[in-house]
């Protein structure tokens, strides 16, 4: 499921989410062939206030699994690799850099690992 922390004083609000999943004790692909792993995010993105027009990078480790692709969400909307918006991988640690923040870039930024056998955020 998904469980969320909301913190809210005179100034403001903000909150956090993640998601929890369940995995049986063991996984086989889509034939039933015991095979690669759910992947899992073993390092989740952390929060971050950020100066407007600075640059910023945010980042997750993923393992579990030894295929997988990485997509990054602001707002539950996948953001495109841009000059913008770069994606980075190195190690199994996925980076999101963007170039410069504006205030319409505040939001919910979401890693989210996936492959036949399922996904994880």
Same mark, same amino acid.
């Given at each position: *499921?998904?469980?969320?922390?909301?913190?809210?004083?005179? /100034?403001?609000?903000?909150?956090?989410?993640?998601? #929890?999943?369940?995995?049986?004790?063991?996984?086989?692909?889509?034939?039933?062939?015991? *095979?690669?792993?759910?992947?899992?995010?073993?390092? !989740?993105?952390?929060?971050?206030?950020?100066?407007? *027009?600075?640059?910023?990078? /945010?980042?997750?480790?993923?393992?579990?699994?030894?295929?997988?692709?990485?997509?990054? #969400? !602001?707002?539950?909307?996948?953001? $495109?690799?841009?000059?913008?918006?770069?994606? /980075?991988? %190195?190690?199994?640690?996925?980076? #999101? $850099?963007?170039?410069?923040?504006?205030? %319409?870039?505040? *939001?919910?930024?979401?890693? %989210?690992?996936?492959?036949?056998?399922? %996904?994880?955020?």
């Amino acid at each position: *499921g998904i469980y969320s922390c909301k913190a809210t004083n005179s /100034l403001g609000s903000t909150d956090c989410n993640c998601k #929890l999943s369940i995995l049986p004790m063991e996984q086989t692909n889509k034939k039933g062939v015991k *095979g690669d792993k759910v992947p899992q995010i073993v390092d !989740h993105v952390k929060s971050k206030e950020v100066p407007d *027009g600075t640059p910023v990078t /945010l980042s997750c480790k993923v393992g579990g699994a030894t295929k997988f692709d990485v997509v990054w #969400l !602001h707002n539950e909307k996948e953001i $495109k690799p841009s000059k913008d918006f770069q994606y /980075l991988n %190195e190690n199994n640690k996925y980076t #999101l $850099k963007i170039a410069e923040i504006f205030p %319409e870039d505040a *939001g919910t930024y979401t890693c %989210e690992a996936f492959n036949d056998i399922g %996904e994880t955020f």
